[in-house]
């Protein structure tokens, strides 16, 4: 655990989300200190993707409160927005756009430099079909090139919804390393996943969702078989 | 320089969007087809009397345009929820008012384009007569796109996310439009009869009152409507 | 300025009790308002006895704009504090509105019938009211099509805005479009051996429209109290 840090990176308290009379968050609590990567576990529909968009300022939590770098969701939404880079489990992409086009989109939108959008594309390794429209990428590609685009941002927190998926090998090693890059300047990552394996290499730890709350307490260590209980919920 | 930004955030989501509808022709296509096959319908059920489709000519034009350009304004925000690419949009920095902006600017140019096309069919189908005066003819015209993108996209970006999208768009915007409905109509009409000039400038007056209200009040309102 | 979220609401604060009271006042009321205008006002000199129906149809159409002003104000107020109350009384006097809008409508056209010979003559006042209802049946459309109460109170206030607005500009173009080319066809005013009648009338349907409100919006926070109880057994684990 690193220490030190006045203010953890993520803060999530009794955060609660209801669709319609269902309640997908009952009392979610946890924290990501910068520097580390979290896993966030559970099975389809465990409310793992919902606990990213809250944080990432997409919904309104319906109970509880969530904020970044001590910024709260609600109050100060578009100060969580200049903060985290969110992946989404779909990417996002404008299918009829190129694959430069579609970078070029978000490096105005970011007020960046638009010259700032060609050295990512190689990065990821797409540099040879920057000229192809996106409705023609595989999966995979289409995730690197969503991750490129969080990329351009320069996030101080990566909320990453199943990052892994439909990638290869590079893939894999590609998207640790851009989270590593991103942690190792004090960043933080939360990540939802539903297998721990591609993530092994960058995780600190790990917590487990069910039935809408944290089964595993904050504090244990991935690779140490946690004893399953309930966290009190506020 | 922050209006600046502002101002590249709307031409870069006004860019995309035509970008995105022009580049797929088909897009373009369907909706330009469909305003000319009610124009046809449309001749079909009203006349064939040259005298009395001359007289529904106004109409016949603007109805084609409006059910033609309801599809027009789900499609712009369809784009977005094709591949959840609104929340990407969502999660940019800088005020909200842009992404308005830029989906205004956009539709305001693609229906532009379409009502260009459905107005030189229906001018040939029902047989209009260009008076002198079709410059202001023109501006009612564009007047009346105005008011109509204006109202459009703002209902879109609710309709369009609904559970009912086909339905609920024309159920929203058709009663809100009466009355650009009319002062467009009735005004054009007028100046097709070579009639008094000054009813004319009543409804154009009207008009550009409609058009200024509603673009004011949509943009105070619109960062309310375009969170998830 | 920082805005309250439905979740922050001090959610149980008992919905109101509509007073019973208020129902019966309301009601008499109108009977016997109706009773006196029936029985005083002498018959119109072209439409004999017909003319009675306006006791309820102009006060009906009274009592539309007043929902719609309600409308507009509490969605105002839902934009500004996001009050999740305020949604609710907005909804409310949305569906009581329109319920008096049909009415109109419903007793303009039964005037019209014996006086203009025809069910529909596109009369300016009576168009006017027909738009009015078709923006209201929007409104009500859009809140039945959206599932999330968050968004659906957003949206709904937004759209109570805009629509509101448009209340005069519609009366305005409309009026217009017939009086352009045509004398108005229904009386625009009323002899003032009628203003009595209609004030009174006036008078006790706005208090039947507040028993409605107020019922429609009691049965609205009940809704919203069991959705509350139903979050705190949620939460609270079971």
């Known amino acids: 655990m690193l220490t030190g840090r006045p203010e953890p990176a993520i803060v999530v308290n009794a955060l609660g989300r209801r669709?319609?009379?269902?309640?997908?968050?009952r009392g979610v609590s946890l924290e990501v200190r910068g520097g580390e990567v979290v896993g966030l576990l559970g099975p389809n529909g465990s409310g793992k993707s919902t606990v990213l968009r809250i944080v990432a300022t997409l919904l309104k939590p319906s109970a509880g409160t969530a904020s970044v770098n001590g910024l709260d969701v609600k109050r100060d939404s578009s100060g969580v927005r200049g903060?985290?880079?969110?992946?989404?489990?779909?990417?996002?992409?404008?299918?009829?756009?190129?694959?430069r086009e579609n970078l070029l989109f978000a490096a105005d939108m970011l007020g960046l430099p638009r010259s700032s959008a060609d050295g990512i594309l190689e990065r990821v390794g797409l540099g040879h079909v920057a000229g192809d429209r996106v409705r023609g990428f595989s999966a995979g590609m289409q995730r690197r090139l969503a991750f490129a685009r969080l990329t351009l941002r320069n996030p101080k927190v990566l909320l990453l919804d199943e990052p892994y998926a439909n990638l290869d090998a590079d893939g894999v090693e590609l998207m640790n390393s851009?989270?590593?890059?991103?942690?190792?300047?004090?960043?933080?990552?939360?990540?939802?996943?539903?297998?721990?394996?591609?993530?092994?290499?960058?995780?600190?730890?790990?917590?487990?969702?069910?039935?809408?709350?944290?089964?595993?307490?904050?504090?244990?260590?991935?690779?140490?078989?946690?004893t399953a209980r309930n966290s009190e919920v506020g | 320089?922050?209006?600046?930004?502002?101002?590249?955030?709307?031409?870069?989501?006004?860019?995309?969007?035509?970008?995105?509808?022009?580049?797929?022709?088909?897009?373009?296509?369907?909706?330009?087809?469909?305003?000319?096959?009610?124009?046809?319908?449309l001749g079909l059920a009203l006349g064939p009397d040259a005298e009395a489709l001359r007289n529904a000519a106004v109409g016949a034009v603007w109805l084609a345009t409006l059910f033609s350009a309801v599809l027009a304004f789900n499609r712009s925000f369809q784009v977005e929820l094709e591949s959840g690419a609104l929340e990407s949009l969502l999660q940019y920095p800088g005020p909200r008012w842009t992404i308005y902006a830029g989906k205004l600017l956009g539709n305001l140019i693609f229906v532009t384009l379409m009502v260009v096309i459905v107005v030189a069919v229906g001018v040939v189908l029902f047989g209009v007569r260009i008076p002198d005066t079709w410059p202001t003819l023109i501006g009612i015209l564009a007047l009346g796109i105005a008011g109509l993108v204006v109202l459009g996209t703002f209902y879109a970006s609710m309709a369009s996310r609904s559970r009912a999208r086909e339905v609920l768009l024309p159920l929203l915007l058709f009663p809100m439009l009466v009355p650009l409905l009319l002062a467009a109509a009735t005004a054009s009409k007028a100046l097709l009869g070579a009639d008094l000039m000054h009813e004319a400038s009543a409804w154009i007056r009207l008009l550009v009152a409609y058009d200024l209200v509603f673009l004011i009040a949509t943009f105070l309102v619109f960062e309310h409507v375009i969170e998830a | 300025m920082p805005?309250?979220?439905?979740?922050?609401?001090?959610?149980?604060?008992?919905?109101?009790?509509?007073?019973?009271w208020l129902g019966l006042v309301s009601v008499s009321a109108l009977v016997a308002a109706q009773t006196h205008a029936i029985l005083t006002s002498p018959p119109d000199a072209d439409m004999g006895h017909l003319q009675k129906i306006m006791?309820?149809?102009?006060?009906?159409?009274?009592?539309?704009?007043?929902?719609?002003?309600?409308?507009?104000?509490?969605?105002v107020r839902y934009l500004w504090r996001r009050r999740e109350n305020d949604d609710l009384l907005a909804a409310s006097a949305a569906e009581v509105g329109a319920t008096f809008n049909g009415l109109t409508l419903m007793l303009g056209m039964i005037w019209g019938?014996?006086?203009?010979?025809?069910?529909?003559?596109?009369?300016?006042?009576?168009?006017?009211?027909?738009?009015?209802?078709?923006?209201?049946?929007?409104?009500?459309?859009?809140?039945?099509?959206?599932?999330?109460?968050?968004?659906?109170?957003?949206?709904?206030?937004?759209?109570?805005?805009?629509?509101?607005?448009?209340?005069?500009?519609?009366?305005?173009?409309?009026t217009w479009?017939?009086?352009?080319?045509?004398?108005?066809?229904?009386?625009?005013?009323?002899?003032?051996?009628?203003?009595?009648?209609?004030?009174?009338?006036?008078?006790?349907?706005?208090?039947?429209?507040?028993?409605?409100?107020?019922?429609?919006?009691?049965?609205?926070?009940?809704?919203?109290a069991t959705e509350h109880a139903a979050e705190a057994v949620a939460m609270g684990g079971s």
Do not use: C
């Open chain 1, 83 to 99: 903060q985290v880079g969110y992946l989404a489990h779909t990417p996002g992409l404008y299918d009829d756009l190129t694959a």
């Open chain 3, 113 to 174: 019938r014996p006086a203009w010979g025809v069910w529909w003559a596109w009369d300016a006042r009576l168009t006017s009211t027909l738009v009015l209802f078709l923006i209201f049946v929007g409104y009500l459309a859009l809140r039945a099509f959206v599932d999330d109460t968050d968004q659906r109170a957003r949206w709904s206030a937004a759209v109570g805005v805009i629509g509101a607005i448009n209340v005069p500009i519609v009366y305005m173009s409309v």
């Open chain 3, 55 to 75: 006791y309820v149809h102009v006060p009906a159409a009274w009592m539309t704009f007043i929902s719609f002003f309600v409308v507009l104000v509490f969605s």
């Open chain 3, 3 to 20: 805005a309250s979220t439905p979740s922050n609401d001090p959610g149980p604060a008992p919905p109101p009790r509509t007073s019973l």
């Open chain 1, 19 to 25: 669709f319609g009379a269902r309640w997908v968050l």
């Open chain 2, 1 to 41: 320089m922050a209006w600046r930004e502002d101002w590249r955030r709307v031409r870069a989501i006004a860019r995309k969007d035509l970008t995105t509808e022009l580049r797929g022709k088909a897009g373009f296509n369907a909706v330009v087809s469909l305003g000319v096959t009610i124009l046809v319908l």
């Open chain 3, 177 to 224: 479009w017939r009086t352009l080319h045509q004398p108005p066809s229904s009386p625009a005013t009323l002899d003032a051996a009628y203003t009595l009648g209609l004030r009174l009338n006036a008078i006790a349907l706005l208090l039947v429209l507040i028993y409605f409100i107020r019922k429609r919006y009691e049965i609205a926070r009940l809704e919203r």
């Open chain 1, 178 to 226: 851009m989270i590593t890059d991103v942690v190792r300047g004090g960043g933080a990552a939360l990540v939802a996943l539903h297998e721990l394996a591609p993530a092994k290499a960058v995780l600190h730890h790990n917590l487990r969702l069910a039935d809408g709350r944290i089964e595993t307490p904050a504090a244990s260590r991935a690779g140490h078989a946690p």
